[in-house]
C-alpha cells in the first residue's frame, strides 16, 4: 500500500510539473508585440482586455522645481505619457526620461502593467545627450542669424552701387563722357564687397542667398568694365562762348546853320 501511494504520488508530482512547464511555455508563446502607428513597438494586449474600457488615471509628475499632473488612461504608454508632458513642459518626447519607482520606463511599457495607479508619481529628467544637442543647435542657429544680418548689409550696399553703376551706363549711352576715375572707384567698392562676401560662413538659404549677391557683384563689375570701353571712345564736349564785337558807328558832329 505504502509503495503504490508512493508510485501515485510520484506520478502527481511529474504531472504537476508538466502541467507548470507547459503553462508557462504557453504564456511565453501567447505574448506578441504589435508595432503602433507612430512606429512605437508595444506588447500587444488580448482582445478580452481591450473590451473593457480601461479608466482614466491621473499622474503627478515632478520635473526639478516644478510640479505637474495630467490625465491618462491607464492603458496608455510612457511614450504616450511623454506627448502629454510636452505641452507642459516644452520638451520633446526623445528629450525626457521617465522614471517611475527607481527604473527609467521605455516608450513601449503600459502604466497598468508597471503598476501605476491613479495619484502616482513619476519623475521627468531632461535627458543629458538632448541639452547638448540643443546648445549646438542654439550655436547653429545663432550662426546662421548671423550670416543673414552680414548678407543683408551687404546687399544693401550693392544696391547702392548697382543704382550709380546704371546711371554712369546711361550718361555714356547718352553720349556724356564720364571721369575714369569714378568708374575705377566704384570697381575697387565692388571687389571689396566680393571679398566681404567670402568671408562670411554661411549655409542653407544663407549660403543661397550669399550666391546670388555674390554674381550681382560680378555682373556690376563686368558691366563697368565694358562701360569703361566705352567711356574712352567719347569725346568730350568743349562748349566755349564767343562774343561778337562790333565798331562803334562814326560819330560825325552836326553843324547847325544861322542865317
Known sequence: ????????????????????TTSSTSREEETEWEMRPGGMLVQ????????????????????????????????????????????ETGLQPDEQRVIFRGKERE???????????????????????SIERR????????????????ISDVSMEVDKLAEQVSAIEKSITNGVKVPEVQITTLI???????????????EGDAHAQKNLQGKRVQKCVETLDVVKISNARVKPVIVTTKWETFDPPP???QWEFFD
Open 251 to 253: 560819330t560825325t558832329p
Open 44 to 87: 500587444k494586449r488580448s482582445e478580452s482586455k481591450d473590451i473593457v474600457s480601461a479608466p482614466t488615471i491621473r499622474l503627478r509628475v515632478a520635473y526639478g522645481a516644478l510640479r505637474h499632473e495630467i490625465s491618462v488612461n491607464s492603458q496608455a504608454t510612457f511614450g504616450e505619457v511623454k506627448k502629454l508632458l510636452t505641452a
Open 135 to 150: 546648445v549646438i543647435q542654439m550655436r547653429r542657429n545663432a550662426k546662421i542669424q548671423s550670416a543673414h544680418r552680414a
Open 188 to 202: 575697387e567698392m565692388l571687389m571689396r564687397l566680393a571679398i566681404k562676401l567670402d568671408s562670411i560662413s554661411a
Open 1 to 20: 500500500m505504502m509503495k503504490k501511494r508512493s508510485n501515485g504520488y510520484g506520478k502527481m508530482s511529474e504531472s504537476s510539473t508538466t502541467t507548470t
Open 107 to 129: 516608450n513601449g511599457e503600459y502604466l497598468d502593467m508597471c503598476g501605476l495607479k491613479d495619484r502616482s508619481k513619476v519623475i521627468l529628467m531632461q535627458d543629458p545627450s
